[in-house]
């Protein structure tokens, strides 16, 4: 089953605290300041961490990088090991030709070199004979010299990519000890936010000790008349609702999930009506995800992840990225969730069993399955529309 479900954010808790505070006034002060604080840390540490996480899938791109290049630049090292002892082989091979050229030609069968010049029957003899000897002199010695050279560029280019392995090498230990630090340093923030969110919720569990008559039941958050009261609200109400609010809604429009622009408003009431979702669950999900009933200047992303549609804990669907389609696919949710329910299911929320008494409730801990985030759904649905459970 799908989960719309995201991290706990600033807005659901000062949301939730705003809500206590009205129906008890004498909770002003330390706590929500409190939670704020723990709330802001909690969220800087979150930013950090996949800040790390992006560092961390780049220093393992850089790691497996420089392991192919040392790879290639140790198979270039040992074949320029094979060239150098090549060239040392033609070299000597090359200066054993040229002794043995000399042998034939000074110390020869047929007569010395002497002889040869000195048995010449005329002077153009002579002078070809001498010329002969001295080509083959030279030929032979440049022979030498090149396969001397040859010898020489072989071992330097060795010698150079041995540097260059060498580097490389070294390359490699620095970007593996990067990992291992940015992998500290990730599991460092990770039991930073654990920590966080265990000191958030302690004191969300106090301020929630301050609650409307009634008291509050995991079991039974919202009936399934007010969960499904399509008709509650038509366009105008909701625009009406939406001006009279702090936050920007009123006046905003955008995509909706098929592209045409339109009033948030409009794609309120036109999601409710597919989906057979109360206006008011809708609104209510816009405040406890992103705080937009109130918040005069929610940042982009708040609007593109509205409803916390598709924001799980450990994963991000971007399918469902835009305020359009937070609007629609977060009814569409709110609905398909609550098939699965009957009499008598039970749930684990946050270590606790918890015993939904309709396909609403389910819904709504299917959607968000923490205690905090539907305790807040609850306490501002009281805020704006009185008991859920009436």
């Known amino acids: 089953m799908f989960r719309c479900v995201r991290h706990a954010r600033l807005g659901m808790v000062a949301t939730v605290l705003l809500v206590a505070l009205i129906f008890m006034p004498s909770l002003a002060g330390a706590v929500p300041s409190a939670i704020d604080a723990k709330q802001a840390e909690k969220d800087a540490a979150v930013a950090e961490s996949e800040a790390l996480q992006t560092r961390l899938t780049a220093q393992i791109a850089e790691y497996v990088d420089i392991a192919q290049r040392l790879e290639v630049a140790r198979l270039e090292v040992t074949e320029a090991g094979m060239r150098v002892v090549e060239a040392d082989a033609d070299l000597e091979r090359s200066k054993a030709t040229l002794e043995q050229r000399i042998g034939q030609i000074y110390r020869g069968a047929n007569g010395d070199a002497l002889e040869m010049i000195f048995t010449a029957g005329s002077v153009q003899d002579l002078l070809d004979r001498m010329n002969y000897i001295v080509i083959v002199g030279r030929y032979d010695n440049r022979l030498v010299e090149e396969m001397r050279i040859a010898k020489q560029q072989a071992a330097w280019e060795q010698r150079t990519l041995e540097e260059r392995a060498s580097r490389l090498a070294e390359m490699q230990v620095l970007a593996d000890a990067k990992r291992v630090e940015i992998e500290a340093a990730i599991d460092d923030q990770q039991a930073r936010i654990a920590e966080l969110d265990a000191d958030i919720a302690?004191?969300?569990?106090?301020?929630?000790?301050?609650?409307?008559?009634?008291?509050?039941?995991?079991?039974?958050?919202?009936?399934?008349a007010n969960f499904r009261d399509?008709?509650?609200?038509?366009?105008?109400?909701?625009?009406?609702?939406?001006?009279?609010?702090?936050?920007?809604?009123?006046?905003?429009?955008?995509?909706?999930?098929?592209?045409?622009?339109?009033?948030?408003?409009?794609?309120?009431?036109?999601?409710?009506?597919?989906?057979?979702?109360s206006p008011k669950v809708i609104l209510v999900t816009l405040q406890k995800e992103q705080s937009l009933l109130s918040d005069p200047t929610p940042s982009q992303r708040a609007l593109d992840w509205a409803m916390g549609c598709g924001k799980a804990d450990s994963f991000t669907n971007y399918e469902y990225q835009g305020f359009g389609n937070q609007i629609w696919d977060g009814a569409r949710v709110l609905d398909k969730n609550a098939a699965p329910w009957r009499a008598g299911i039970e749930m684990t929320i946050d270590g606790t069993a918890v015993f939904p008494t309709n396909a609403s409730t389910y819904s709504l801990f299917k959607y968000t399955p923490h205690l905090r985030g539907t305790t807040s759904f609850w306490m501002i649905y009281w805020r704006y529309f009185g008991d859920p459970l009436y």
């Not at 969300?204 to 919202?222: E, K, L, Q, Y």
């Open 230 to 277: 399509v008709d509650s609200m038509s366009e105008q109400d909701v625009q009406n609702f939406l001006n009279a609010q702090s936050g920007t809604l009123g006046g905003y429009s955008a995509p909706d999930h098929a592209g045409v622009r339109k009033s948030t408003a409009k794609m309120i009431v036109e999601a409710a009506r597919q989906w057979r979702i």
């Open 202 to 224: 302690a004191l969300v569990r106090a301020s929630m000790s301050f609650v409307p008559d009634g008291g509050f039941s995991p079991h039974t958050v919202i009936t399934d």
